[in-house]
T-cell receptor, first 112, second 113 residues
């Protein structure tokens, strides 16, 4: 049972435009969400997070939006840069549970 | 550089064999996590240790075991290996237990032939 879903395996975006990566979850106990970025031959690196008490968190070019009623979150990257080409994983954690549950990832390609 | 060190980077072995993957967490981090990533799959949580004690268990097979030593490094032991165990195995560490971002190593790629 995939509790965190990233339904788009891949996404291509023109350099300078906005990249929007989506993530859906099914477990209503999740209350903290994170995005990780992964380059080939490297481990995932933490990008940005959001607590369920917020609906938006911004860090430079990266903004994460959380819609609790829809059990949906998205990562916006603007403007997109070639260095943003990577696989992006959405992850979630439930209060009182240390296990981080990951989605299957979305491969983002920025076209110069 | 995340500060998490995993060795070896690559491992090729035959079915039925046993291997040990090693992880050194970031300095100061007490929690160590092990994840498995198979082809085209997300990261599957295997097990977590906090300061030497097992804290949480995920989809870890009985053929697999792990431990965290007093110096906080961790080892993941995989035995009676099968072809389906071929995957990337990631170790991650964090300073706190709850809501702390995980810092991942670069993984060990295991190939079972």
């Amino acid at each position: 049972d995939q509790q965190v879903k990233q339904n788009s395996p891949s996404l291509s975006v023109q350099e300078g435009r906005i990249s929007i990566l989506n993530c859906d979850y099914t477990n209503s106990m999740f209350d903290y969400f994170l995005w990780y970025k992964k380059y080939p031959a490297e481990g995932p690196t933490f990008l940005i997070s959001i607590s369920s008490i917020k609906d938006k968190n911004e860090d430079g070019r990266f903004t994460v939006f959380l819609n609790k009623s829809a059990k949906h979150l998205s990562l916006h990257i603007v403007p997109s840069q070639p260095g943003d080409s990577a696989v992006y994983f959405c992850a979630a954690i439930a209060n009182g549970n240390e296990k981080l549950t990951f989605g299957t990832g979305t491969r983002l390609t920025i076209i110069p | 550089d995340s500060g998490v060190t995993q060795t070896p980077k690559h491992l090729i072995t035959a079915t039925g064999q046993r291997v040990t993957l090693r992880c050194s967490p970031r300095s100061g981090d007490l929690s160590v996590y092990w994840y498995q990533q198979s082809l085209d799959q997300g990261l599957q949580f295997l097990i977590q240790y906090y300061n030497g004690e097992e804290r949480a268990k995920g989809n870890i097979l009985e053929r697999f075991s792990a431990q965290q030593f007093p110096d906080l490094h961790s080892e993941l032991n995989l035995s009676s290996l099968e072809l389906g165990d071929s995957a990337l195995y990631f170790c991650a560490s964090s300073v706190d237990v709850l809501n702390s971002p995980l810092h991942f190593g670069n993984g060990t790629r295991l190939t079972v032939t």
